[in-house]
C-alpha cells in the first residue's frame, strides 16, 4: 500500500492523486492467462431498466452515460454500512454511496474539480481467477477533464487477502479501456476532515452583504484566516464564505495542516 508524501499541498490547483491513500494493485497477469480472456470476461450494465452484457474488450466503446447503477442502495434497520445520496457541486445531483467512506471520496472528487460525470456501482465485472469465476462491482466511474478514473473505496483495516485478485481483475480491464484504476485506503493527513469542512461551500449561496469581494480584497496579501474574517464589516457570516471561497479555489492555503483561525490564507496569484 503507499501513501501521500509529505510537503506541502496548496488548496487551490491539488489533484485526486495528491490527496489520496491508495493501494498498490498487483499486475493483472497473476490471473486468466489465456489470450482471450478479454472477450471471456464481461461487464454487465443496467441501462434503461434492463440488463446490458458486453465483453471488456468494449468498455471504453460502451455509452455509459446512458447507465444507471448496477446495484440498488437500500436501506433496512440494524445494517452495519451506511448508504445515501451525496450531492455534488460538479454535477449538480446526488450520486449513490453504500459507506460513509464512500461518500468521502465523492467529496474529495467534487472538492478537487474536473469532473463532468460520475456513476456509482457502474457494472458488474465478471472474470476468471484460478479457473473459478468471479465477480466484482466497483465503487465508482468518473468521467474527468481529459480522462477516465474507475474507484473502489476500501478502508486498508479492511482489504482482506482474497481482495488481491479483485482488485487485480478490475485494474485489468480498467487498463484495458485507457481508464486509470486507483483503490482508496484512506487520505493524506489532515485533508479528509478539512474538505469535509469546506463542503458546505459547493452549493449555490447568495451574498447579500458583499462579504466575499470584501475577503478577496482583504486578501491581497497573505493574512491568517481569523484576522480575514476579522477585516470585514461582518465577520461571523464571513467565516461561512471564507470557506466556500476557499472551496472554490478563489483563496488558497496548505491542505497538509489543519484548518484554523491561525492558518495563512493566500490570494491565488501568488
Known amino acids: 500500500m503507499t501513501g501521500a508524501g509529505v510537503g506541502r499541498v496548496w488548496s487551490h490547483c491539488c489533484g485526486f492523486d ?32 434492463s440488463d446490458v452484457v458486453s465483453p471488456v474488450r468494449g468498455l471504453a466503446a460502451f455509452p455509459w ?4 447503477p448496477v446495484r440498488s442502495f437500500s436501506w433496512r434497520p440494524g445494517q452495519r454500512h451506511r ?30 474539480g474536473q469532473v463532468q460525470d460520475v456513476l456509482s456501482q457502474p457494472f458488474r465485472l465478471r472474470f476468471f481467477h484460478d479457473g473459478v469465476r468471479r465477480e466484482h462491482i466497483p465503487d465508482f466511474l ?16 479492511l482489504v482482506k487477502k482474497s481482495d488481491v485478485a479483485v482488485f487485480a481483475a478490475t485494474g ?14 484512506g487520505w493524506r493527513d489532515n485533508v479528509a476532515d478539512t474538505v469535509e469542512a469546506l463542503a ?18 482583504a ?7 481569523g484576522e480575514l474574517v476579522a477585516a470585514t464589516s461582518w465577520p ?13 479555489r478563489r483563496l488558497t492555503f496548505d491542505l497538509s495542516g489543519q484548518l484554523g483561525d491561525g492558518t495563512w490564507i493566500y490570494p491565488v496569484a501568488a
Open 172 to 185: 485489468r480491464a480498467a487498463a484495458t479501456a485507457g481508464w486509470r484504476y486507483v483503490v482508496v485506503t
Open 219 to 225: 486578501a491581497g496579501g497573505p493574512k491568517r484566516f
Open 236 to 248: 461571523v457570516p464571513a467565516r461561512q464564505h471564507l470557506q466556500r471561497l476557499l472551496w472554490r
Open 65 to 68: 452515460d446512458r447507465a444507471q
Open 200 to 217: 458546505r461551500g459547493r452549493r449555490p449561496n447568495r451574498d447579500p452583504l458583499g462579504l466575499e469581494e470584501e475577503l478577496l480584497a
Open 83 to 112: 448508504p445515501g445520496l451525496a450531492f455534488m457541486g460538479a454535477t449538480g445531483r446526488g450520486h449513490g454511496f453504500e459507506s460513509l467512506a464512500e461518500r468521502r471520496a465523492l467529496t474529495v472528487l467534487d472538492f478537487c
Open 18 to 49: 495528491e490527496l489520496v491513500a491508495s493501494y498498490a494493485v498487483a499486475s493483472g497477469e497473476i490471473l486468466d492467462p489465456r489470450a482471450d480472456w478479454a472477450g471471456r470476461w464481461t461487464a454487465t450494465w443496467q441501462v434503461d431498466g
Open 142 to 157: 468518473v468521467a474527468t477533464e481529459g480522462s477516465t478514473l474507475l474507484i473502489d473505496v476500501r478502508p486498508r483495516h
